[in-house]
């Protein structure tokens, strides 16, 4: 199952648990207040009767005036039922809207659809089932471009760069803004480098968070992660390791955290190709965060994937004194 279907078939999951369960509550609400006043269960099935007949009349009949005059009718006595009804149950201390059905969104009706069109509260559920699909959990509230913060970069210019971190980052900001605006037209695969503590973490959480809120999924997973998995479906013959892998390949947009961190084998430099590989195949984005350089990943790896790298992705260079290390302070120094 690919990662867009399984969010849906989660979502409509949810829908189908808040249907039977506001069924219930319907339930218990009408039951409440025929117990109390029994003449009700007697009104609704007279109003139910009524509304058949409304039907047929307006459908049936041949004579377009006696439609109208029967159509007409039934909806005067209707109204005098709804007026009786309303009398009881005022007269009973009970909620004038306790017999209605219990729905969650008065738009859809609970079905998430407006006609052919999407509800926004199956949307919303849409976007839940991304963000816990993404695997990113708080960093998805915490780590947005709406949090970043360019004042930890330093404006001293670096001299050999001819630029300060903070004017740098300023233009990661906003080209990694437009970035997100623009992925479902044009796949960009990017490669952030640079040493730890520089927000190539933040940065690609922000980038996720900001693709899911456009309707795209996302799977953002360790490089660690990914090869353990890709170990589990090779040596053990694990399912839910397959599925996963076949969600790595086929998610819009898959971010690999910290490349070069893992144990390095033969294994894991061919699970990392052929994952690259099948995605600039399928033109599906990929983002990668490394501590490494370029030619460092030729070295750790192999020529094949420094050629992919270099080749197929914009790179994104982050330089600077740890930023990490001083929001760690500034919250040691709040406290």
Do not use: W
Request: proline share 1%; glycine share 4%; aromatic share 8%.
């Amino acid at each position: 199952m690919s990662n867009s279907v399984g969010i849906y078939a989660a979502a409509n999951e949810v829908f189908e648990t808040r249907r039977q369960e506001n069924k219930k509550a319907t339930l218990r609400n009408r039951e409440k207040a025929y117990k109390k006043v029994p003449e009700l269960a007697n009104i609704e099935k007279q109003l139910k009767e009524l509304a058949i007949k409304g039907i047929r009349a307006a459908i049936e009949s041949s004579n377009e005036a006696e439609s109208k005059k029967a159509v007409k009718k039934l909806k005067s006595q209707s109204l005098e039922l709804q007026a009786k009804r309303a009398e009881l149950l005022y007269s009973a201390g009970l909620n004038l809207n306790i017999l209605d059905e219990v729905v969650s969104c008065k738009k859809c009706n609970d079905s998430g659809y407006i006609g052919v069109q999407m509800c926004d509260c199956f949307k919303k559920e849409l976007r839940h089932q991304r963000y816990k699909r993404s695997n990113l959990g708080a960093m998805l509230t915490e780590q947005t471009f709406k949090n970043f913060d360019l004042n930890y970069y330093s404006d001293k210019v670096d001299k050999k760069l001819d630029t300060s971190p903070r004017e740098h980052m300023e233009q990661v900001f906003k080209y990694l803004k437009k970035y997100c605006d623009k992925l479902e037209k044009n796949p960009e695969n990017l490669f952030f480098t640079g040493m730890p503590g520089l927000g190539k973490t933040f940065l690609s959480t922000a980038v996720a968070k900001a693709v899911i809120d456009n309707g795209l999924d996302v799977i953002y997973e360790t490089s660690n992660k990914i090869f353990s998995t890709y170990q589990r479906a090779q040596f053990e013959q694990d399912e839910q390791a397959r599925a996963d892998i076949e969600e790595y390949i086929s998610t819009d947009l898959l971010i690999i955290d910290d490349l070069g961190a893992e144990f390095t084998t033969s294994f894991t430099v061919t699970a990392l190709f052929n994952l690259i590989n099948s995605r600039l195949i399928a033109k599906k984005p990929i983002i990668i965060n490394s501590n490494l350089t370029l030619d460092e990943i030729g070295d750790k790896y192999d020529e094949r994937i420094l050629s992919r790298i270099s080749g197929e992705f914009t790179s994104i260079y982050f330089f600077g004194s740890d930023i990490r290390s001083k929001k760690l302070a500034t919250r040691a120094k709040k406290s």
